[in-house]
């Protein structure tokens, strides 16, 4: 019998409970202290909550290495509107096929659990064995993913760990994967343009320089010279740009706007850099004041101040870098051979979405990889679940690629 097997139930019941704690960001509090508790109860050498609301436990190494970071994060998105649900997104309830509905099931707290479930069993077999660790073992679940914003993550890295004296070599992040090892994707961020202009009476638009019209050139070079000029990554897919809102102001409906305002959502590649895309907006704007001397804009990140449960306030870029581990990485490697003994088919894979890798990996430079065997496509729709295979599979995924990191025979995991 597998180990696995003998926490299942433990496994399933905790999963529902995370799944029926509300956590949207910014109140992760409720899934904090249940996750600490658990942490508390399994026995871990060390847990504890931050200044900052993240969830923290290690299981202690020689220091020997390597250091094992496991990373999830506590919130979720708004569960929408209710009626479209067939089950309560807050309810943890099992279908008649074995799979867990709710919010967060597979983004992310049934990652997060699989994770906590795959260190215990490493603790038990250690505290059953005697066996020393090489390295640490480090379970963490952060605040403020979901804002995509790295606002947890930068902080348990550059505060907590920092004062504590934490390092890590590797960061396994549980994101919905679909059972596939993930490798990075394309960085993202959020830009505002403004133009400026003059109001009129919009019966009189000629004595007005109408901020929109303005504008027009610059969604053109948007929607048709920018992308035209975009490189292909042969892992990552091609850079892209997108407009995702446009208001005018001061708004009236007799009245000529003197600002207009576009999103953008910029996901650029290896080479590219914040710098880079933001210079391309400023040498337009050069060109377009050749063109019309009247013609006035300007180009932002798009900033928000954040405040998370425990107080921490930051004034936060809505950017996170681009990133990729080498496929060839040997932590990469010992981990599809860790899976592939389990028998898990194993293809290397890249995210669409943005995660906390950028800040591990797009950052500090630290190989990080993905694993979660559930499916990124039901992440943040009303169909969201994990079934309890996929909840298992992934339990004994992360509990067998940490024995093999540690150099531990694999039959350890059976009981």
């Known amino acids: 019998m597998k180990k696995v097997e003998m926490i299942k139930d433990d496994l399933v019941k905790f999963t529902q409970e995370l799944i029926r704690i509300p956590s949207i960001t910014g109140d992760e509090k409720g899934v904090a202290d249940a996750t600490l508790a658990k942490l508390q109860e399994m026995g871990f050498d060390e847990a504890w909550i931050d200044g900052i609301g993240n969830v923290i436990g290690i299981l202690k190494g020689s220091g020997k290495g390597p250091n094992v970071m496991l990373n999830t994060h506590l919130d979720e998105v708004p569960a929408g509107r209710r009626e479209n649900w067939e089950y309560d997104p807050f309810g943890g309830e099992i279908d008649a096929e074995g799979r867990i509905h709710g919010r967060g099931a597979v ?44 606002f947890g993550m930068q902080y348990l890295c550059e505060n907590t760990f920092k004062e504590k004296g934490i390092s890590f070599d590797v960061c396994y992040l549980a994101e919905p994967t679909h059972g596939e090892v993930y490798l990075g994707h394309r960085g993202k961020v959020e830009i505002v343009v403004t133009t400026r202009g003059e109001t009129a009476h919009s019966s009189t638009p000629w004595a007005g320089v109408n901020a929109l019209e303005l504008m027009v050139p610059v969604l053109d070079n948007i929607f048709n010279a920018m992308p035209a000029s975009f490189g292909i990554h042969p892992q990552l897919g091609k850079a892209s740009i997108t407009v995702t809102n446009l208001v005018c102001r001061p708004g009236g409906l007799s009245i000529i706007p003197d600002e207009a305002e576009v999103s953008i959502d910029r996901r650029y590649l290896p080479g590219e850099t914040l710098d880079s895309i933001m210079d391309e907006f400023k040498t337009l704007f050069e060109e377009l004041k050749q063109k019309n001397p009247k013609f006035d804009a300007g180009v932002t990140v798009r900033t928000f101040h954040e405040r998370s449960y425990t107080g921490i306030e930051q004034d936060c870029q809505k950017h996170h870098p681009v990133w990729v581990t080498p496929e060839d990485h040997s932590f990469v ?47 943040h729709t009303p169909i969201e679940y994990i079934s309890i295979k996929e909840l298992l599979d992934t339990t004994e995924g992360y509990a067998a690629i940490l024995c093999e990191l540690f150099d531990l025979p694999s039959n350890l995991l059976n009981a």
């Open 107 to 150: 983004d992310i707290k049934g990652g997060m659990t699989a994770q906590l479930y795959a260190a215990k069993m490493l603790k038990d077999i250690r505290d059953e064995k005697g066996i020393t660790f090489p390295g640490d073992i480090i379970f963490s679940s952060v605040v403020y993913e979901e804002a995509a914003e790295c």
């Open 333 to 379: 490697q010992k981990t599809i051979k860790a899976l592939q003994g389990l028998g898990q088919p194993v293809d290397t894979g890249y995210w669409k979405f943005g995660t906390d890798g950028s800040w591990s990996a797009g950052v500090m430079g630290i190989p990080t990889i993905g694993y979660q065997c559930g499916d990124e496509k039901r992440a």
